[in-house]
Structure formats: C-alpha cells, structure tokens
C-alpha cells in the first residue's frame, strides 16, 4: 500500500535525506526554490481578469472545522436565470452538538435563508434535479433510533420558493437493508452522495443514493475498501408533491465487492461517480497492497445502475528521470535525488468530486500526483521540496483511454500524458535553473490547505466545476505551499503563516488548456491579497455543482469554512477548538479574447479612475487602441447595474468620463468598459 511505501515520519525522513542528498540540495535550510514570490515557475498563461459577483458573507458559525461531504460538492445551482443556490452543511455547537443547516442564495446574490432542518447529521451532499427545479439532500446520522443514511428534498417546484422542505426524512439505508448483502458485518455505511438523471420509466427521473462500506474486507488484509451500496428509485412531481418516501431498489457493485472480499485482491478505489443519462460512472484510482502500482480506474453501467459494470484499469506510476547536475568547480555529477530511483505517483487525492466533460463524452476528476524516491519497495517524498502538482484525470467513454493534463505548473505539454517536470518546465532536456551556489531549482506546489504531512491524505480537497453548454471548467483547491514554507521558516515566507489560499484554476474549451490559477489570500504583502478575506483562514472549499453564465462572464459560486485557528481540531485535534464561520461568496471571470491561453492579450483598452477611494464623484479615464462603440456601466457587489455612463462612438485615444455617485451609498462597485466585444472592469470604493 502506498502508505507503506510512502513513508513520512520526520526523523527517518531527514536521516534518509542525509543519505540520499550528500551535498545537501534538498536540505531544510532554504536551498529549496522560491520562485516569483509564491514558489512556483510562472509560464506565459494569462490570469483571467476576475472580480467579486458576491464577497464573502458570514452564513453561520461552527465549531466543526472539517469535512462536509467528502466526495462531492454540497452546493447545488438550480437552473435557469432566477435559479438559486442551495448549501446544505453540518454545524457543531460549543456543546459537540451536530445539526443540519441549508441557506438558499437567491439569484442576486441575496442569501435569503441560512436555518437548521432540525436534525442530526454528517457529511451532508446536496443536488438539484434539473427538470423539478427541487433539491435534494442526503446525509449520515441517527433519528428515532435508527442509524443510517437519509434524504430530504425541499418542493420548491410548488411555488417557487425555497424552505417547504418534506416532512419526515427518508431511511434509505439501514442495518436490515446492509444485511442482505453481507449478513455478519455491522451497517457502517457513511459519506452518502445523492444525483438524478433520465429514468427508463416513461415520464419519471431517477434519483440515486451511494454509501461507502466502512467495514474492513473480509480476508487477511482486513482493512476497509469501501465497497458501496447504490440506492435508486424513481419519482415524477406529483410523487414529490405527495412526499412519497420512493420506492427504493438497491444493489453492489461486483468489482468493489471483488476488493472488499479479496477476490482475487485487496485494493481501496478512492472514487466519485456521476450520471450521464443512462449511465452511472465511478472513476478514481485504486491503493493497492505491498508494492504493486496504483491503478486508475472507471467503472460504466449503461443501463441506469443495474446489471453489468464494465471496467477499466491502467497502471499509473511513471518512471522518472533522476536529474544529473554539477556544481561550479567540480567535474564531479550530482543527482537531485542521490542514488534513488525516482517516480510520478498519485498522492494526496481522496476528496475530489466526477463530472461529465467534451459533451458527455468524457468523465473528469481533479486530483495531484507528487514526485516519490526510493530503492525497491521503499519509497518516500521530501514534503518540503513541495513537489505534488494539480493534474485533471479523464476517461473517453468512446474510445476507453485514460488520458491527464498538468494543472499547475502545466510544463511545454501539459496534454502529452507524460508528467511535467518541475525542474524542466520548458521540456529540453536540461534543468532550468539553479540558485547561486549551483543548487537546481524547481517548481514548488503543495495543493493542501494545512501543513502537517501525516494528515495530507486525508485534509487535501480537489473540486471541479464545469458549465457544459459553455464549454466552462474551473477547478478549486485551497493552496498551502507558502503556509507550510512559512511555518517550516523558510526564509522569503514570512508573513505567510496561518494564510492558505484559495485557488482557482479556469478552462473555457472544457479543460483541454487552462488559464494560469488565480490566488487569493489575506496577506496584505501578496500581490493577489484580497482585502474581503482580511483576517480569514479559507479552508474546506467547495464550488457550486455549476457555473452559471451572466452576459458572457462565469460565475462560480463559492462556499468555504473561515477558521478561527489554523488546522483542523475537529477532524485531527491540529489547532484550537475557538469555532469557524461558514462563508458564501461567487466570483465573476470575465471573457478572455484570445483562442490561446498561453498568450498575453494586448490590452486594446486600458482604464483608471482617480480618485479612488472617491465621495461622491471620481473621473474614469480610458484608451483605446482603436476607434469603436464605447459603453461604461456601473455595477454593485451582487452584480446589479446601478448606472449607466455611456454608450457612444469614440476615436481611438485617451478618452476621460466623470461619474456622480450622489445617490448610492458608500461600498464597493465595478466599472465595466465594453468597446467592439471587448471589455475591461475596475473595482473602485465609494466612501461617504
């Protein structure tokens, strides 16, 4: 198992190092790379220009510094320009007393609803049937007695309002229910996910509900595979209007249960799944024992999750060059990893959510694989040379190949199914660069919001989000690099402790290229502070199920934990138990005129405003490279036009337009400048 293989207890841990690195590249004295500020080689892509469509606002504070659902997002977008978004989380009390909370954002930005729905749970998901327009949420926990996993669905196709919530919870799964499957193991089904799609029954959807096993495997190995139950039942709006319970159908899936029982072996699928029409998809990758490769994995029923699972593996380890270097002076070569064998791993990715991508003919997962060293079966990684990198994961449901792209940094080729190298990011051959004692130096990332690496497995989040019609993907993860460099006292990160980052990578063709991530944190010195997380520590991270389209810019909706103290005392007993606040926002990207994102957009309009702050008037000075139609709109935080300025023709040049702001209150607002389908924004603050 790769937890044997990897091992990262600190004492052995720096004792190899000192075997391995006789020169002492990798030590912990700042011979690492710190490159740009923020320790990652840069690359020619663009950052997409981005601005706030909602700023963070408080939902409710907690005292469960953790999970929600693990392999899924709970924020679901309804459909449709007056859809709303639904969150439905679990709140700890000072008492360690756990409830169930939803807000319902409204589609202006307004969060209308932030209540308890008056029971006791954990690991909560949330998803909306988009032909209903209801939400339905799905959880773990006890009620009268009985343990299990539950539903709820709220009616909102009733009147068009949330919060009409069904009266009593669905039992889904039981002890009784598990027990027809496996009779002598106990119901330890948790980290329920619930979907709908198409149903095989005219006029009528499907909803789905999978739970994990968390009993050991029944063989030698004894240890959990989480194999999973898959629940179905099929419903219309009358059944919803009715409260039904649903009739439920369960059944396994051969494969996982293969691994649970041992049969031919072992292994534990980290995995999501998802719903494309008629078919139901898991996709992940498989931990196996003793020193056999992990395995990437997807597992296809074509027909609505029952019969047959097709299914596909492929080993995922990949040889890697062990870089050959020499230090001024000396004819002697050196290895950046001494005498060890070097690979490209999966690592640090159990929580991470599947969808449909390429117009339902791929399955995506966000994930990381990090660079590992060793002789034999022993295997280790340096967790302060900070080499474990965002990649997305795919299957082809047509031609049945697994395929993966470099996320961050994405190297020459990050789409060639060949690792970038973080040292070799122009991909010739040769390290690029090395610190002035002849040091090699290379890309740093560590795409986990807290530091310590014996929890990394289990506190790393990776989420997509995708618009499909739009060709839209953004992938989310809170970034912990500088953090951990800061806490570990590396020298050029101070002022970082306790400040992860929020980050968002962005894709308009799908994923098959990706926009340079945007960052944002609380450190007032970083160029991508964000002021509207002053005195925030993001963690937990969660995008809505979809982005949504206004006026051509994305919105991607954003629900996060802001922690009281770094770590995770819930989950890991790292930190103070001082409580957190759940956190709401959505931020709005702007279209990117450009059929490359690895190349610089010429700024065809450029704009200020001075003074800024300003009260009540400020003039908007803008230039044109070239003559066209000109139209200047003020927006608020929740994205609603509040003025228009302009809508003319101007001659090329530098032009300048005063806005009077007597009649709005003090706040934030943004300038938009459309010129010949191009267009700019500028936050500007009005303070009266």
């Excluded at 439905?88 to 202006?108: A, C, G, H, P, W």
Aim: aromatic residues 14%; glycine residues 6%; proline residues 7%.
């Amino acid at each position: 198992m790769k937890r044997a293989l990897i091992v990262i207890l600190f004492a052995f841990l720096i004792f190899n190092l000192l075997l391995a690195y006789p020169i002492k590249p990798v030590e912990y004295d700042n011979k690492l790379s710190h490159r740009s500020g923020n320790g990652n080689l840069r690359s020619d892509r663009i950052v997409p220009e981005w601005e706030w469509q909602v700023p963070p606002q408080a939902l409710v504070e907690n005292y469960a510094d953790y999970f929600q659902c693990f392999n899924e997002t709970p924020v679901a977008v309804q459909p449709g320009e007056d859809g709303g978004v639904y969150i439905v989380y679990r709140v700890k009390d000072i008492q360690n007393v756990s409830e169930l909370y939803y807000s319902y954002i409204d589609n202006t930005g307004e969060v209308l609803l932030t209540e308890s729905l008056g029971y006791t749970g954990y690991y909560p998901d949330a998803h909306v049937d988009t032909e209903t327009g209801d939400v339905f949420a799905c959880w773990h926990g006890p009620l009268d007695n009985a343990t299990g996993n539950y539903m709820l669905y709220d009616l909102y196709h009733l009147n068009g309002e949330p919060g009409n919530w069904k009266d009593d919870p669905i039992l889904v799964t039981d002890a009784e229910i598990w027990h027809n499957f496996y009779p002598d193991e106990d119901s330890n089904l948790f980290w329920p996910q619930v979907k709908t799609g198409p149903s095989p029954e005219p006029g009528m959807r499907r909803v789905y509900l999978v739970a994990n096993n968390q009993n050991p495997s029944t063989g030698s190995v004894n240890l959990p595979s989480e194999n999973v139950l898959l629940c179905y039942a099929d419903f219309d709006a009358d059944d919803l209007s009715a409260q039904s319970d649903l009739e439920w159908n369960y059944t396994t899936i051969p494969q996982f249960d293969g691994f649970h029982n041992e049969d031919p072996y072992w292994a534990r699928p980290m995995k999501s799944w998802t719903v494309i029409d008629n078919q139901v998809i898991f996709m992940g990758y498989l931990m196996l024992e003793d020193d056999n490769d992990d395995q990437m994995f997807c597992l296809v029923n074509d027909n609505y999750g029952v019969g047959e699972w097709q299914d596909y593996y492929q080993n995922w380890s990949y040889n890697e060059e062990n870089p050959v270097y020499y230090l001024p002076g000396s004819p002697e070569p050196h290895y950046l990893f001494g005498d060890n064998e070097v690979r490209q791993i999966i690592m640090h990715s159990s929580h991470f959510n599947l969808v449909p991508a390429h117009d339902n003919e791929r399955v995506t997962w966000a994930g990381a694989m990090g660079i590992v060293f060793g002789i034999g079966e022993n295997y280790f990684y340096d967790p302060l040379a900070f080499m474990i990198y965002p990649k997305t994961f795919s299957f082809d449901l047509i031609t049945e190949e697994f395929s993966f792209i470099d996320i961050n940094p994405p190297g020459a080729n990050p789409d060639d199914d060949i690792p970038m190298k973080p040292w070799d990011l122009d991909e010739d051959g040769e390290i690029d660069e090395f610190d002035e004692n002849g040091y090699p130096l290379w890309a740093q990332e560590w795409p986990i919001f807290y530091y310590v690496p014996d929890l990394a497995l289990s506190s790393n989040q990776y989420y997509l989000t995708t618009n499909e019609e739009s060709g839209l993907m953004a992938y989310i993860w809170v970034d912990g690099q500088k953090a951990a460099a800061a806490e570990a006292g590396i020298a050029g990160y101070e002022g970082w402790e306790d400040t992860p980052e929020l980050a968002i990578c962005y894709s308009d063709n799908s994923g098959e290229s990706w926009y340079e991530p945007i960052f944002m944190n609380a450190n007032p010195e970083s160029e991508n502070y964000c002021p509207e997380l002053e005195g925030m520590i993001p963690c937990f991270a969660y995008p809505g199920d979809r982005i949504e389209m206004i006026n051509d810019d994305a919105i991607i909706h954003l629900f996060f934990l802001d922690d009281n103290s770094y770590g995770s005392y819930h989950g890991s007993q790292e930190g103070e138990n001082i409580g957190s606040t759940f956190e709401y926002a959505a931020i709005r990207i702007l279209p990117v005129m450009s059929d490359n994102v690895n190349e610089i957009i010429p700024e065809l309009i450029t704009a200020q405003n001075f003074p800024n702050p300003f009260n009540p008037s400020t003039t908007i000075e803008f230039v044109l490279q070239e003559a066209g139609k000109v139209k200047i709109d003020i927006f608020n935080t929740k994205g609603q036009k509040v003025a228009d300025l302009v809508d003319k023709e101007y001659n090329a040049g530098k032009h300048q337009v005063n806005w009077q702001a007597d009649d709005l209150p003090s706040g934030v607002y943004y300038y938009r400048i459309e010129c010949e389908g191009k267009s700019i924004s500028r936050k500007v603050l009005l303070l009266k």
